[in-house]
């Protein structure tokens, strides 16, 4: 099964921006780009989503590399209520996994007063 | 809008005992998932319901687990002579159709004593 990579930590300041990166380079085509943030005793929020194109929404941005083997979630202004664990997953949007997410082990993002 | 709940919370079980966690989606919400995380790592997909169906149960780890979804909507995940290693919070999700953004639960956390 296809995974998903990303760095365990990161730390940044607040009003400052994260670049959260995220190596899928085994993704195949039909498969979407998820990210999702988990604060402690929650489940999962969703983020934003891509397949090939760059995204923007009020939370975040994503950018997605030409070969879709890597991306990066963009907090432009990073507050302390950003501070959460950041999932990257693949969705599969064909064959018999269809709908199923499959999530990296996360980065766990830690913001600075 | 009511969100995707899950009940109990919190569930703590002897070893060898019969569970049953349950999850009621956002109404209208056509796909159903489970997941299963552990301490410190990403949710890990269990099984996935279209309307009554389960279009995906491929993540099940063996045939002690099992979930229904009789009507549609409400679903239940159903672990049977319970192991140590099933500890772990126990993930629902839906979405409106499968292959979109999931809305996930709180989750029900599992202790096996």
């Known amino acids: 099964d296809a995974k998903t990579t990303q760095p365990n930590s990161m730390e940044s300041n607040e009003e400052e921006p994260v670049h959260l990166p995220c190596n899928h380079s085994?993704?195949?085509?039909?498969?979407?780009i998820h990210w999702y943030r988990q604060l402690p005793s929650q489940g999962p929020e969703y983020v934003i989503h891509?397949?090939?194109s760059n995204v923007n929404n009020r939370m975040a941005s994503l950018a997605i590399a030409e070969d879709r083997k890597s991306s990066t979630l963009i907090l432009h202004r990073a507050t302390l209520r950003d501070a959460a664990v950041y999932y990257c997953s693949r969705l599969n949007a064909g064959g018999t996994s269809y709908g199923k997410l499959t999530f990296g082990q996360g980065t766990i993002l830690t913001v600075h007063p | 809008g009511a969100g995707v709940s899950q009940t109990p919370s919190n569930k703590v079980t002897e070893k060898g005992k019969y569970v049953e966690l349950r999850c009621d989606p956002i109404s209208g919400h056509t796909a159903l998932y489970w997941y299963r995380q552990s301490l410190g790592q990403g949710p890990e997909f269990l099984i996935y319901f279209q309307g009554t169906g389960a279009a995906d149960d491929s993540g099940l780890p063996n045939d002690r687990f099992f979930a229904v979804r009789p009507e549609g909507s409400v679903s239940t995940l159903k672990i049977q002579r319970t192991e140590r290693g099933d500890s772990a919070v126990y993930l629902c999700?839906?979405?409106?159709?499968?292959?979109?953004?999931?809305?996930f639960g709180p989750g029900t956390r599992l202790t096996v004593l």
């Open positions: 085994t993704i195949s085509g039909t498969d979407y």
């Open positions: 891509g397949l090939t």
């Open positions: 999700a839906s979405s409106p159709v499968g292959a979109s953004r999931q809305f």
